[in-house]
Nanobody, 123 residues
Framework: VQLQAFGGGLVQAGGSLRLSCAAFGRTLKSYVMGWFRQAPGKEREFVAAINRSGGVTSYADSVKGRFTISRDNAKNTVYLQMNSLKPEDTAVYYC?????????????????WGQGTLVTVSS
């Protein structure tokens, strides 16, 4: 499955952005989906994940209460709504997919990755 993430941009602290991840080639409904991010000089880290039906989600502690992951299987798209953004949220955001039942926060569990979209939060 090919993934394409988009929706990044420059936003002031306290603002909001919604990222989208579109899938091509296969239907997403059989895949657990995740969002990860990588800041300059840092390792790629888990942000959020959602199971196949959308009924189970998982978040990194740093984004709980501010970010919401969702999916629309009919549109073959996964979303990441980001509110109350902070400068430390600045990173390249990647969507990822794994053919699985269980939600995972482990980067190595995911075997399909999009190209990333840059989010910059100014103070």
């Amino acid at each position: 499955v090919q993934l394409q993430a988009f929706g990044g941009g420059l936003v002031q602290a306290g603002g909001s952005l919604r990222l989208s991840c579109a899938a091509f080639g296969r239907t997403l409904k059989s895949y657990v989906m995740g969002w990860f991010r990588q800041a300059p000089g840092k390792e790629r880290e888990f942000v959020a994940a959602i199971n196949r039906s959308g009924g189970v989600t998982s978040y990194a502690d740093s984004v709980k209460g501010r970010f919401t992951i969702s999916r629309d299987n009919a549109k073959n798209t996964v979303y990441l709504q980001m509110n109350s953004l902070k400068p430390e949220d600045t990173a390249v955001y990647y969507c990822a997919a794994v053919y699985s039942v269980f939600v995972s926060s482990a980067r190595n569990d995911y075997n399909y990755w999009g190209q990333g979209t840059l989010v910059t939060v100014s103070s």
